[in-house]
């Protein structure tokens, strides 16, 4: 269904930027069609509303058709609902990323009832990437979406349990159980908890950028990059991330510009040398953005100074992308669960956060090192411990099996 999903909008409509917003989350495949700019498209928009002209409109493959949905109804449309079916579990994994999901197929597998609770769409950023080329096991590298789908197809073969849709607000202990609650005023019983919530990238926090994130600022390249064809576009970050989603802009952009605030880019050297070959890419480092400046409510510049020498330059990109690092998703924690001070948790070598029963893995984690596969591992490492953890306080079960060779995807 998804897969034929049109909406029709406008660039300027904040309604339409939300809808957008929720498919981007839960990687929902849709094709955009700015009314603004197809009088054919406004036609059948009217034809579809009774001759109201009303946006955003949501035609799905069946015929079926909402017509400025909330967050609530759209998620049931898109079956993006559920509840727990079980009153406890022996291990809660908060974050359905590679750390998560790699954590319950071992968890699965060694048949313990596990819950992923997923916010949004499984996989994790790993699901808006284009393509995944130093997973080990993928020779010719792999998208990002069906990296993802791979992993939760594994995990749920093991029968775990995901929900996705649920965001979590607190987890605290209340006896010998866990206690993991959403913002839905829901509540999530647990032996054990492992947070994988991974994180996401920051933002500038100059001006203008707010009234324009959605619009003409972007943070997901995959999300928002093939609204561009054709355009100019800036990148901001020169390190891996950023040449990585700069590469794939430029397979549809006209040309891409990269800027970088350091006088040297960090991205790795094979990186480099890709851009370098590419004649609709270039790079400027040593540069801060001062200011994004708007026309109506559309992006008409970007304010950049020269560090070496303070004078303002203004670049009129059509599309801006921003990937200045990543911040940890752990703003949601209690203080029983400590944090350093960039807000990543901290743990001991089982991965145990200060909160005894809690884990952390991945990106979330203090000292992670910020890639998929490693997320992966440190998943592995989680499902580990918490089995240590929950025998030592008689839980475990089928011990053996969690020993045995893991299969590889499939």
């Not at 839960?26 to 009217?46: F, K, L, M």
């Not at 997320?375 to 969690?402: D, F, K, P, V, W």
Request: proline share 4%; aromatic share 8%; with cysteine.
């Amino acid at each position: 269904m998804a897969d034929e999903l049109t909406v029709y909008g406008v660039d300027w409509c904040p309604e339409c930027r939300r809808v957008k917003t929720v498919l981007g989350e839960y990687q929902i495949p849709y094709r955009w069609v700015d009314t603004d700019h197809d009088s054919g498209a406004r036609t059948h928009v009217e034809k579809i509303n009774g001759g109201d002209y009303r946006f955003p409109t949501l035609e799905f493959s069946d015929g079926s058709v909402l017509v400025e949905p909330a967050n609530a109804e759209l998620k049931v449309k898109l079956g993006i609902t559920g509840r727990a079916s079980k009153p406890i579990y022996d291990v809660i994994i908060v974050g359905g990323g590679p750390a998560g999901l790699t954590a319950a197929i071992y968890t699965g597998r060694d048949s313990f009832d596990t819950l992923i609770i997923e916010k949004a769409g499984l996989g994790g950023q790993v699901g808006l990437t284009q393509v995944i080329d130093n997973f080990p096991g993928f020779d010719k590298g792999v998208g990002g979406a069906e990296f993802a789908e791979r992993l939760a197809e594994q995990a749920q073969r093991f029968g775990t349990e995901p929900l996705q849709g649920e965001e979590v607000s607190n987890i605290h202990r209340d006896g010998q159980y866990l206690v993991v609650t959403s913002v839905n005023k829901r509540e999530y019983i647990g032996r054990s908890v492992l947070i994988t919530t991974g994180s996401h990238f920051q933002q500038l926090n100059v001006p203008g950028e707010m009234e324009l994130i959605g619009i003409r600022v972007h943070y997901c390249a995959t999300c928002d990059g093939p609204f561009y064809k054709g355009k100019s576009l800036m990148v901001i970050g020169g390190g891996n991330s950023g040449f990585e989603e700069g590469l794939f802009l430029s397979t549809f952009a006209k040309d891409v510009t990269i800027v970088e605030h350091n006088p040297e880019v960090k991205a790795s050297k094979i990186l480099q040398d890709k851009v370098a070959k590419m004649e609709n890419m270039k790079v400027f480092s040593n540069r801060d953005v001062k200011e994004f400046k708007a026309d109506g409510t559309s992006l008409s510049s970007v304010l950049i100074e020269k560090r070496d020498s303070g004078e303002i330059e203004e670049w009129k990109p059509e599309g801006v992308f921003v990937f200045i690092g990543l911040k940890p998703n752990s703003a949601f924690l209690p203080d029983t669960i400590e944090c350093d001070n960039w807000g990543f948790i901290k743990t001991d070598f089982t991965l145990q956060t200060s909160l005894k029963g809690v884990y952390a893995a991945g990106d979330v984690r203090s000292g992670s090192t910020k890639q998929a596969v490693s997320a992966a591992g440190e998943g592995t490492t989680g499902a580990l411990m918490i089995r240590q953890y929950l025998q030592s306080i008689g839980e475990a079960r089928n011990t053996h099996a969690i020993e045995r060779e893991l299969s590889p995807v499939k």
